[in-house]
């Protein structure tokens, strides 16, 4: 078979990927509406991720500082009077390596689990927590692995801001959240939401541990495989915030 063919489709791969990267500009542009929205805490956890087999290493400190700074960009730019707090947990990601044959090079890709609360009322106002796949890639169904053209670092930023932007959409969504006051959404169990306690967020925590073995899996299936980006089914895990206020913290730690 001519490489020539082969040759074209590995530079139409790297156009796409170059387009996706010109696509990453829309924090020059004003902010979607979300309210009276100001980020409080902004929380990523990543002690109990689990790495894809076949994946570049990047520690607990690199994707919770990636992936703060990622949402401190886009949630940071709101001015209004209203304090909203966001966690988020890495359950399990993959970071294309370099060296792996194109038919077999795997995909960059973190799965997360995430929660917002109104701050004022220590009120969580999603019903339940919200897990999402994020790849870095404009198309999740591309052949070449981004361990071919980038580093691991780039890769780690492109999906830190991806988680981000998810999050942004997922707000928008949700309108309720960001009325006055915020509307909370009604638990699994049809009740209604109730301020949060360091009981019931310490039990968030253990079943976010619990749950992390399954989440690394559907990593590694995510990697491997082509899938959507739509997100997963929802499960217990969840993302938790300690019950420290932004004002003693300051805005956005």
């Not at 990927?17 to 829309?26: E, I």
């Not at 966001?86 to 995430?114: E, F, M, Q, R």
């Not at 299936?221 to 913290?249: F, Y």
Request: hydrophobic letters at 40%; glycine letters at 6%.
């Amino acid at each position: 078979m001519s490489l020539a063919p082969l040759l074209r489709s590995m530079m139409l791969l790297l156009g796409l990927s170059v387009l996706a990267a010109c696509g990453r500009n829309d924090l020059k542009e004003p902010p979607v509406a979300l309210g009276d929205f100001k980020l409080g805490l902004n929380i990523v956890f990543a002690d109990n991720m689990q790495k894809v087999p076949i994946s570049r290493e990047a520690t607990v400190d690199e994707w919770e500082t990636g992936i703060k700074k990622a949402v401190q960009a886009r949630f940071g730019r709101y001015t209004g009077s209203r304090f909203y707090n966001i966690g988020i947990a890495v359950d399990g990601y993959a970071l294309a390596p370099p060296g792996i044959p194109v038919v077999a090079a795997p995909k960059s890709v973190v799965v997360v689990t995430a929660n917002i609360w109104d701050d004022a009322t220590q009120t969580r106002l999603n019903g339940e927590p919200k897990q999402f796949t994020i790849f870095e890639n404009l198309d999740p169904n591309m052949v070449i692995g981004s361990g071919l053209t980038k580093t691991k670092r780039q890769q780690l930023d492109a999906l830190a801001y991806n988680v981000a932007k998810a999050l942004e959409k997922w707000f928008v969504e949700n309108p309720n959240w960001f009325a006055n006051p915020p509307v909370p959404d009604l638990r699994p169990d049809g009740s209604k939401a109730t301020p949060d306690t360091p009981e019931s967020l310490a039990s968030q925590r253990a079943a976010h541990i619990a749950n992390a073995p399954a989440n690394a899996a559907t990593a590694a299936q995510a990697s491997a495989t082509a899938v959507t980006t739509t997100p997963l089914p929802n499960t217990t895990s969840a993302a938790i915030r300690p019950p420290s206020r932004p004002a003693d913290l300051g805005v956005g730690n």
